[in-house]
């Protein structure tokens, strides 16, 4: 479990500490998406937001003259589509359009635009809304590993095996995808390794923390049986019930209740009918009955409980008040 861990402190703190990719402008040109100047829509905060009907257009100029002109839309590593225009001549001015109808039925939330001429790029952030993201396959992708990925992490973690921390580890690695894919189709989360990573490795650890906890509330409830047999059998002592006297009444004073002499230890002792026997360290599970005709020997008392053995017969806890002591 500690070798896991480490190896995701290692090898995710690189995605971690790299920050989102700012927007630019290179070269001697001037760029804008759908006429809004790049610097307008910089960072994850002010993107420029689009309807699942509209157009994106990458427009500007260049005094050196163009070629070609060339949109993108980008999610994380995966070029989602694209869109070019060429021009016979070199051209102080350039145009690339995406119709987004093409593209919402595939995903919609956040992505990066990229703009690129000869000597000319330019890169922002745009948010496609207009349609419900579970609507969507990259919608539907991502909820479908994030609730497989949560569904393996419960198993592992219910089913309190040697291997349980690593499986719930290593489901967090689908259920961190499926967030990802989940806040990038709701527009709250930049598509990316750093996202990405960041995710994976939260759904993990915690997958893993979680595992501990259990363990650890699992194996402090068997320690509570082994020093209380009596515990975990379902049956509930009857708690007295105090009765508070009037005040007007005059207080008697109780003689004191003669002591009953000590139970000697160990004891033969016969029941008048089956008495369930439940095992020594286990105390839910049944092993045998105490039938009639047969002597058992109580070995001691606990509570409501008396430890028994029979000859041959089980040995186990049973209730007192049916075992009858000899003589």
């Not at 005059?250 to 004191?256: E, K, L, S």
């Amino acid at each position: 479990m500690r070798r896991l861990l480490a190896a995701l402190v290692v090898f995710g703190w690189p995605v971690v500490i790299a920050g989102p990719a700012a927007a630019s402008v290179e070269g001697e040109c001037t760029a804008t998406f759908n006429g809004v100047a790049v610097d307008l829509i910089d960072g994850l905060g002010n993107p420029l937001e689009l309807d699942a009907g509209d157009t994106l257009v990458f427009s500007g100029s260049a005094p050196a003259g163009t070629t070609a002109a060339r949109i993108a839309l980008v999610a994380g590593p995966i070029e989602v589509d694209s869109a070019s225009t060429a021009y016979p001549a070199p051209s102080g001015e350039f145009t690339a359009t995406i119709d987004l109808d093409d593209i919402a039925p595939r995903a919609v939330g956040l992505f990066r635009i990229r703009g690129t001429a000869d000597g000319c790029r330019a890169e922002a952030w745009l948010r496609i809304t207009g349609r419900f993201p579970l609507a969507t396959l990259a919608g539907l992708t991502g909820a479908g590993l994030a609730i497989g990925g949560l569904a393996g992490q419960l198993g592992a973690i219910a089913s309190r095996r040697r291997w349980t921390g690593a499986a719930a580890a290593a489901a967090g690695v689908f259920t961190g995808a499926g967030a990802t894919i989940l806040g990038q189709q709701f527009g709250r989360l930049q598509p990316s390794y750093w996202a990405l990573g960041g995710c994976v490795a939260a759904a993990s650890v915690s997958g893993l923390v979680l595992t501990r906890l259990v363990g650890a509330a699992a194996r402090e409830r068997r320690r509570r049986r082994r020093e209380h047999p009596a515990m975990g059998t379902g049956t509930a002592q009857p708690l007295p019930v105090a009765t508070a006297e009037p005040a007007t009444r005059p207080t008697r004073v109780q003689p004191p209740a003669p002591a009953e002499p000590p139970t000697l230890m160990p004891y033969w002792s016969y029941v008048l009918s089956e008495v369930e026997v439940f095992d020594l360290t286990d105390h839910t599970r049944v092993i045998g009955m105490m039938k009639p005709g047969t002597w058992y020997l109580v070995k001691r008392e606990v509570g409501s409980w008396v430890h028994v053995a029979g000859s041959p017969g089980p040995e186990g806890w049973a209730l007192k008040h049916a075992v009858n002591r000899q003589g």
